[in-house]
């Protein structure tokens, strides 16, 4: 179901593919579709059983995740709930209540986003639209029955004032729909111009707040981000806010997202340290040159640079007290690199579901923090 983004390398409306597989080891890979000419690994299916190959060479016995059970199911006024959130992982579900952003309006996108080409292609043809307050707590609450026990609100830009009171009115319904006072929520926001509204997000119940600055670097700022330079009181207004979410929701609790491939790596590692060191879970994730954004077509970095990004960022995070638990409450993430460098480094979350869920690693016990990626390579 695509509610924000089509994350594939290409864009395809007739087939039903599932959102992502699973090695041998456990390890959970998104699917993302190229075209059989250009994929530089395929899955085959042989005597019941499905494989993962690079060329000829195979890599691992796979399987596929599971559709969950309140995919199934209808809010009150007959919406289908797939269409509400998705899955991610075993304990989290995302919501995108809008699947537009307004940026588009005044040419303003960000060059990587493909939300808005997304939207033309798929709302129609998957019957999505804005989500109200308790089709998102309806459908929470019944994801919960089966296990998901975190939630992250996102979506595109819409009037700032307009979107604090959604997300209160999201907060009271889920806590009504639930009985909880604490349901686990993060808040996925743009920066305010005016800061004091953060409290409010706090107030209204959720646990931890998200403003994803994408990128660092001053000037690739500018330009791969030209709304949230223009509209948003500027690049120094997105770190102020990340600076008052510490101060509002501690350490820990406020998270950054990174779209990594873009800018240098050493511009983009100052930004990580610089963040980390405030307290926050600054987390770089790989660059799909998504269909339908400006940037498609363009080639992201080879998988050993994302290697040493993720190894050196992880290290940050460990280095500044970010721990998995602050990971895991403030992400909307599940089986990530992430997770399993602290798995490796030994430092487990205490749910039970994800614990299930932790990847395989045989003889490779009590690894330190600069060996993590080279380990990972070994055995994966």
Not at 17 to 23: I, K, M, S, V
Not at 34 to 63: C, D, M, Q, T, W
Not at 110 to 136: E, H, M, V, Y
């Amino acid at each position: 179901m695509r509610t924000c983004f089509d994350m594939n390398h290409e864009t395809y409306t007739k087939t039903k593919l599932p959102t992502a597989l699973r090695l041998d080891s456990n390890y959970r890979i998104r699917f993302s579709y190229k075209n059989e000419k250009e994929a530089p690994f395929r899955v085959e299916h042989e005597n019941g059983k499905y494989y993962l190959l690079e060329g000829k060479k195979l890599i691992s016995e796979v399987s596929f995740v599971e559709k969950p059970a309140f995919y199934n199911a209808k809010t009150s006024d007959g919406i289908n709930m797939k269409t509400i959130a998705n899955e991610i992982g075993k304990t989290k579900v995302t919501v995108a209540y809008s699947n537009e952003c307004a940026l588009k309006d005044k040419g303003l996108d960000c060059k990587f986003c493909n939300i808005n080409a997304t939207k033309s292609r798929f709302a129609d043809l998957q019957g999505i639209a804005w989500k109200s307050p308790r089709q998102i707590a309806e459908t929470y609450a019944k994801a919960r029955e089966e296990g998901y026990e975190s939630i992250t609100i996102t979506g595109g830009f819409v009037p700032e004032r307009r979107e604090v009171e959604y997300y209160i009115d999201v907060a009271e319904a889920i806590q009504d729909a639930t009985g909880l006072a604490d349901f686990g929520g993060t808040a996925c926001v743009g920066a305010p111009t005016d800061l004091s509204v953060i409290e409010k997000y706090k107030e209204a119940g959720y646990r931890a707040i998200s403003t994803n600055l994408e990128i660092w670097d001053e000037n690739f700022f500018k330009t791969i981000c030209p709304g949230k330079e223009q509209m948003c009181g500027g690049r120094q207004n997105w770190i102020n806010a990340l600076k008052h979410e510490v101060e509002v929701f501690g350490r820990g609790n406020v998270r950054s997202f990174f779209v990594a491939g873009i800018e240098p790596k050493s511009t983009l590692l100052e930004g990580l340290e610089y963040l980390t060191e405030l307290g926050v879970v600054a987390v770089p994730l790989h660059w799909t040159p998504n269909p339908g954004s400006e940037l498609e077509g363009h080639r992201a970095p080879t998988a050993e640079w994302y290697m040493d990004l993720y190894q050196k960022a992880y290290t940050l995070l460990k280095k500044n007290g970010l721990t998995h638990q602050n990971l895991y409450n403030t992400a909307n993430l599940e089986n990530s690199i992430y997770d399993y460098f602290y798995d490796l480094d030994g430092d487990h979350l205490t749910n039970a579901r994800h614990e299930a869920d932790r990847i395989h690693f045989v003889g490779e016990e009590n690894l330190v923090s600069d060996n993590t990626a080279s380990k990972i390579i070994k055995t994966a």
